[in-house]
């Protein structure tokens, strides 16, 4: 990255070169990657003066995620404010502030930016919400997740297979076995069909495996197996896809 750096600052400096929108929001990475913040915000200012009207769009999005990665909430309400004035909000530009939000640790903020959102009377479109239960499941706060999918379930709006196994692994987390096994079930029905039942699996036990609790892992596919949940072939074929991913891991050790 340091040597992207340089290169840059020396194309940079060359009087025919005329840098454009996408060239300062990649200087902008760059920097932040580095640590660069000084560098970064002034690439920000810059990118922020490309901006078109055909650009507007992802710009907008861009420069939230960035403001964000930075650390400044201030800079991100400022970028917001504009685009709130505007007669049309879709939820993109919701899910990019929450996600925003988020990324600084601000989960109230998040939450009244959502309450916002559904203020507006939108299409109930799940992955709004998703947002936030994923970041309730993370942090504990299991009440809220669950009332949220609930809530977006009384608006007509199904809940993705990545909703439950996050709320899964919030449940396995605080040891809540019961209630894993039920969002785990959950899932597995959402994804038949379209996304490999193992993969889905997986990420709902890499906490488990994080922590390097292989065997908490295995009995908890056990459990599924015993509820009818695979047959035996599938849950054999199961541990073996996490038995192979933990020996990837150690092999990166």
């Known amino acids: ?32 990657k580095v640590g660069i913040v000084e560098k970064a915000m002034t690439m920000l ?24 990665r930075k650390g400044n909430k201030d800079e991100l309400y400022r ?23 988020l990324m600084l640790d601000d989960i109230e903020a998040a939450e009244m930016m959502f309450k916002e959102w559904e203020s507006r009377g ?14 309730y499941s993370r942090n504990n706060l299991l009440e809220k997740a669950e009332s949220l999918i609930d809530r977006a379930m009384m608006e007509g709006s199904e809940p993705s297979a990545d909703a439950w196994y996050s709320l899964a692994s919030g449940y396995l987390e605080v040891n809540q076995v019961p209630m894993a096994k039920e969002a785990m079930k959950k899932a597995i029905l959402v994804c ?27 009995e908890f596919i056990e459990l599924l197996r015993t509820e009818n949940i695979f047959s035996p072939v599938a849950h054999n074929r199961l541990l073996t896809y996490i038995k192979g991913l933990k020996s990837q891991s150690d092999a990166l050790l």
């Open 79 to 101: 970028i917001w404010k504009p685009d709130e004035k505007r007669d049309k909000i879709y939820s993109k530009g919701y899910m990019s502030m929450i996600s925003s939000l």
């Open 122 to 135: 939108l299409s109930y479109y799940f992955r709004v919400p998703n947002i936030l239960i994923n970041a």
């Open 45 to 68: 200012k810059k990118l922020e003066g490309q901006i078109t009207e055909k650009t507007k769009s992802i710009a907008f999005d861009t420069l939230l995620k960035l403001y964000s």
């Open 192 to 218: 038949l069909g379209w996304k490999p039942i193992k993969e889905t699996l997986a990420s709902c036990l890499d906490h488990l495996e994080g922590k390097g609790d292989q065997n908490k892992a295995e």
């Open 1 to 32: 990255m340091r040597e992207w750096i340089r290169f840059w600052k020396k194309w940079s400096q060359m009087g025919e070169v005329v840098p454009d929108w996408n060239t300062y929001c990649a200087a902008t990475d760059g920097y932040l």
